[in-house]
């Protein structure tokens, strides 16, 4: 596949995160639905399990009704209205259900797969495509699994620790010019490069 | 239906992009990192300078109610051990997808550790952290 010169893919990655925000009104931020659709299976599948006490069976929004209801109870329906903003604010990732959050990840693979096949570069492989991940991984079957699922944890963990990735942190945030995105998008561009010149070395 | 039908078109957009602009390969990554080529740095950059334009036209004619993330230790050192794995795996957490959709079969793997590493998190959060870390998701 031969891939875009820089300035159309910059342009598309922009196009992508501006008609994101036209469209659906949130802002990219990939990490998050996985952080959404983990914590959707928890909720489910953990919590679930051990609470067995009818209290504990709320759901979040069964709670925020409760508390509503005993708010309005004691202090009347104006106390309600006093905390409610104008309009509600947008959300980092939206707090959709989890069929959501799947689709997206569904459109991501579409989009990967339709990108390939019409360059006619698809093809199946075990690893990664690319000489150098198979030197990487010694061409063996056995390492591979072992790397990309240290390296997927790293992402998952990483992402989840800092509350951003590549689209909301070095994207998203970066060009709203917030601290905390560029502290997190400085520091995973630095270890990106440090890990890399290790690696380079085992290639 | 259209938060559905939206989701699955920026999704498909967004997937069909990234791998043309070569992020789903752990080569061109590579080469990023270790500035054997600057065309994926120029991308971020040019994509970063596009952006802000566009969020300062859409601050001028709309109020976008946008929040913060707070910094805590978190954003540092998480951001370090995501940018290891990056390194490591060729991949962030879209492009694992877009790379099982371009029939790399092993990105298989780094979408169960991404789960894995999402799951373990907020487990070891508890134990052994103090500060509030927030979410993705945080309005």
């Given at each position: 596949m031969s891939y875009w010169p820089w300035w159309a893919s910059g342009l598309a990655l922009a196009a992508v995160m501006v008609g994101n925000w036209l469209l659906l009104?949130?802002?990219?931020a990939v990490s998050g639905r996985y952080t959404a659709i983990v914590d959707g299976l928890r909720r489910r599948f953990v919590e679930r399990a051990h609470d067995d006490d009818?209290?504990?069976?709320?759901?979040p929004e069964e709670l925020a009704e409760a508390v509503r209801a005993v708010t309005v109870q004691e202090f009347g329906e104006q106390a309600i209205e006093a905390r409610q903003p104008a309009v509600p604010p947008p959300l980092?990732?939206?707090?959709?259900?989890t069929a959501v959050h799947t689709l997206f990840f569904g459109g991501l693979l579409l989009g990967g797969l339709v990108s390939s096949l019409l360059a006619g570069t698809w093809a199946p492989s075990m690893?990664?495509?690319g000489e150098r991940f198979a030197a990487l991984v010694r061409h063996s079957p056995l390492v591979t699994p072992l790397v990309l699922l240290f390296g997927g944890m790293c992402i998952g963990f990483g992402t989840r620790m800092s509350t951003g990735c590549t689209s909301g942190h070095a994207l998203c945030g970066v060009s709203r010019f917030r601290p905390a995105s560029i502290l997190a998008t400085c520091a995973f561009f630095a270890t990106g490069v440090g890990a890399s010149f290790i690696l380079e070395r085992l290639l | 239906m259209k938060q559905r039908a939206g989701t699955l078109l920026i999704g498909l957009l967004f997937g069909f992009s990234l791998s043309r602009i070569g992020f789903g390969s752990w080569g061109q990554v590579h080469d990023m990192f270790t500035f054997r080529s600057w065309r994926l740095i120029l991308t971020f950059a040019a994509a970063i300078a596009v952006l802000a334009a566009s969020w300062a036209i859409i601050r001028a004619v709309s109020n976008p109610k946008w929040t913060k993330r707070k910094i805590h230790p978190g954003t540092l050192i998480g951001g370090a051990i995501f940018g290891v794995g990056w390194a490591v795996s060729g991949a962030c957490p879209s492009i694992a997808l877009v790379q099982l959709g371009e029939g790399?079969?092993?990105?298989v793997w780094t979408i169960a550790g991404l789960f894995v590493g999402n799951w373990l998190y907020p487990v070891i959060h508890e134990r052994f952290f103090k500060w509030t870390p927030g979410t993705c998701a945080d309005p």
């Open positions: 009104r949130q802002m990219m009818a209290d504990a069976e709320m759901t980092l990732a939206p707090r959709s259900p690893g990664l495509h | 790399q079969l092993g990105a």
